[in-house]
């Protein structure tokens, strides 16, 4: 009996990488806990950052400029503002690791997908996994199996043979349903009787964290660029 390996399904070991995980909130956390259990060194960013988090997990917050060029796996969990929308465009692209892995089960806003397509076609980008997707509203959440998909840009995403699109599912089971039912609850009733809220979004303040001079569309067009980290 013969057999045939496929080089196109190589992958590579997770111990010894690095993974940069931009925002730092509940989840991430959690993906740090599982990431940490393959071995992986952790870099993360957070305009916010937990230190004693980082002390007791021993993981290092950096600029995103050094997660950018040391990560092999860069995950994203941070909001979506004005902030962060296109965080990954093809400015910061070209600041990663050639065959960089870049997942995004956060906001689809969070990738500028055409940068994401052209990393993934000079090969910069090496694979993608996404849950979300800029333009998801007219494809996710229903059944359209039976629709041509009319988007170029979902249908050119859809066929790299180094992507995974889901469809914003990463949510979607009984306990986080029931979770997320209870959270909503209890943040209405201690709005109701002004009590601090736990779960309250900070507002993002771009200086002196993050200052961005001038806004991505800004770049698309050609003009100057510059971002600076303090």
């Given at each position: 009996?013969?057999?045939s390996?496929?080089i196109g ?10 993974a ?23 870099l ?15 993981i290092?917050?950096?600029?995103l ?8 796996i860069?995950?994203l ?14 400015y ?7 065959g ?8 689809g806003?969070l990738i500028?997908t055409?940068a994401?397509i052209?990393?993934?076609?000079n090969k ?7 849950d ?9 959440y ?5 629709r041509?998909i009319d ?8 066929s790299?043979?180094?992507?995974i699109?889901?469809s914003?599912?990463?949510f ?13 609850l209890?943040?209405i009733k ?20 993050l200052f961005v001079?001038?806004?991505y ?12 980290y303090?």
């Open positions: 009996c013969c057999f390996v496929h399904l190589m992958g590579f070991d997770m111990h010894g990488k690095t940069g995980i931009i925002g730092t909130g509940k989840i991430a956390k959690i993906l740090i806990h599982i990431l940490k259990g393959f071995g992986m060194n952790i993360a960013y957070d305009l916010y950052p937990d230190y004693n988090f980082a002390r007791e997990e021993k290092v917050y950096t600029s400029d050094e997660l950018y060029h040391s990560s092999d860069i995950s969990h941070c909001p979506l503002t004005e902030a962060t929308k296109y965080l990954i465009n093809d910061s692209i070209s600041k990663m690791k050639d960089v892995m870049i997942i995004n089960t956060g906001r806003q500028h055409n994401l052209e990393g993934l076609k910069k980008i090496g694979s993608a996994g996404l979300v997707y800029e333009e998801e509203s007219e494809y996710f229903e059944d359209q199996s039976d041509i988007d170029d840009v979902l249908a050119r995403l859809l790299f043979n180094n992507v699109v889901t914003h599912q990463a979607f089971t009984h306990e986080a349903m029931e979770n997320i039912a209870a959270t909503t209890q943040n201690d709005f109701i009787n002004h009590k601090p809220l736990l779960n309250e979004a900070k507002k993002y303040n771009l200086s002196p964290t001079h001038k806004t569309k800004q770049q698309e067009k050609g003009e100057h660029y510059e971002e600076s303090t």
